[in-house]
Structures are given as structure tokens and as C-alpha cells.
């Protein structure tokens, strides 16, 4: 079973509307980040969370360490916000807040 | 401020032969990691040096590795090179602030092996 699981794999929305990405994983974290990864390889940093909810601008991330889960919210969908959005764990089995555990991502597609 | 800068951004070598791939973190960071995306096993995490020292490494054969310099700047090489071998290497770097590290990551060099 992998430790991380993201859903869905792939998400096709139409402009303006509210997309949720979700992940799941089943061991312990110090630190889970959210990850968007643009065609030709770039990859920016969207929010760490180790607790509780982030916003910035239209995307908004939650996490529920009880539960285990992860969301990353985009209101307002744009076509630019088309990416691949990656769940990474920062696992504390492996004592580095840097070594870096993905999901599997999510290949987001908006639509004008 | 100059963010993480990879070089080369591409690269082709043929079967057997070595490559070594360079990443210049943020100015002041100290902490580089490497990661390997391929379609088939997606993001791995090849290694972390802190300092000029490597802290960890993933699950990667000894054909794999990297080193950092007293400037922080980081290079990985692989040798005797194999067709799984292509795939984008990517490499970030992190600043350790108020007890949370996130990471900045550069453009990536793609390497294809023929």
C-alpha cells in the first residue's frame, strides 16, 4: 500500500468553478506540502501545513492529522491554475524535514 | 534574489557513460536536496546534504551519487549509465525558519539515456 494517495488522478473543470484535490496517507508526518508542477518540469511550492488550514489568494489547504487527510482547495478556477498539483510528506521515519515523500499527483485541466 | 539554478537543463548520453548534473542553491541556503521524476515511479527522493554532508538517501543504487561544497552549491553524478536512468532531475533547496523548511526547486535537467 503506498503511504500516500492523492485523488482524483485527473480533474477537467470549466472556468470558475470549485476544485478540490485530496490525499490521503497512512503514516506519521512532521510536514505535508502541497506542490504545483507546471508542463516542462517547475515546481513551486503552494503551502506546508503540519496543522489546521492555509490560504493564499483563490487556493486554500486544509489538513486533518487525526484523519489523516489533506485537501487543497482552488476557488474560482482559472485556466493558468491547469498543473499538476502534488501531495509530498515530510515522513518522521525519516528524521529530515527535506526528504520528501509524493503522492502521485493530479493533473488539473480548466477550461475557458 | 536568484532562485535554485540547475544546470545543464538538458542532457544526452548514451548507455555506460557518466554524467554529472550541478544545482546552485538560494543564496544563505545550506540544505540541498535531489529527487528523480520518471512517468513510471513519479517523484523519489535521491538524496539530502546539510553542510557538506549527505543526511539521507533514498532508495537509489551506488551508481548514484552527489556531494556539496563549502558554498553550499551540490552536484550529483550517476555512472555507468542505464535507460531507466532518464528521467528529470531535480534538485531544492531549504531555509529552516521558525522550525519549518519549505523547499524551492529549480527548473530541473532532463536527461535521456540512448
Known amino acids: 500500500k503506498n503511504e500516500v494517495e492523492q485523488s482524483p488522478q485527473n480533474l477537467t473543470a470549466q472556468e470558475g468553478e470549485f476544485i478540490t484535490i485530496n490525499c490521503s496517507y497512512s503514516?506519521?508526518?512532521?510536514?505535508l506540502h502541497w506542490l504545483q508542477q507546471h508542463p516542462g518540469g517547475g515546481i513551486v511550492s503552494l503551502f506546508m501545513l503540519s496543522s489546521g488550514k492555509k490560504k493564499h489568494g483563490r487556493l486554500i489547504a486544509t489538513i486533518n492529522i487525526q484523519e489523516k487527510h489533506s485537501s487543497l482547495h482552488i476557488t474560482a478556477s482559472h485556466p493558468r491554475d491547469s498543473a499538476v498539483y502534488i501531495c509530498a510528506l515530510a515522513l518522521i521515519s525519516s528524521g529530515s524535514a527535506r526528504q520528501l515523500t509524493f503522492g502521485s499527483g493530479t493533473q488539473l485541466t480548466v477550461l475557458p | 534574489k536568484a532562485g535554485v539554478t540547475q544546470t545543464p537543463r538538458y542532457l544526452i548520453k548514451t548507455r555506460g557513460q557518466q554524467v554529472t548534473l550541478s544545482c546552485s542553491p538560494i543564496s544563505g541556503h545550506r540544505s540541498v536536496s535531489w529527487y528523480q521524476q520518471t512517468p513510471g515511479q513519479g517523484l523519489q527522493f535521491l538524496f539530502e546534504?546539510?553542510?557538506?554532508?549527505?543526511?539521507n538517501k533514498g532508495n537509489f543504487p551506488g551508481r548514484f551519487s552527489g556531494r556539496q561544497f563549502s558554498n553550499s552549491r551540490s552536484e550529483m553524478n550517476v555512472s555507468t549509465l542505464e535507460l531507466g536512468d532518464s528521467a528529470l532531475y531535480l534538485c531544492?533547496?531549504?531555509?529552516?525558519?521558525?522550525?519549518?523548511?519549505?523547499?524551492?526547486f529549480g527548473a530541473g535537467t532532463r536527461l535521456s539515456v540512448l
Open positions: 531544492a533547496s531549504s531555509l529552516r525558519v521558525r522550525g519549518s523548511d519549505i523547499q524551492y
Open positions: 503514516v506519521g508526518i512532521s510536514a
Open positions: 546534504y546539510f553542510s557538506e554532508t549527505q543526511r
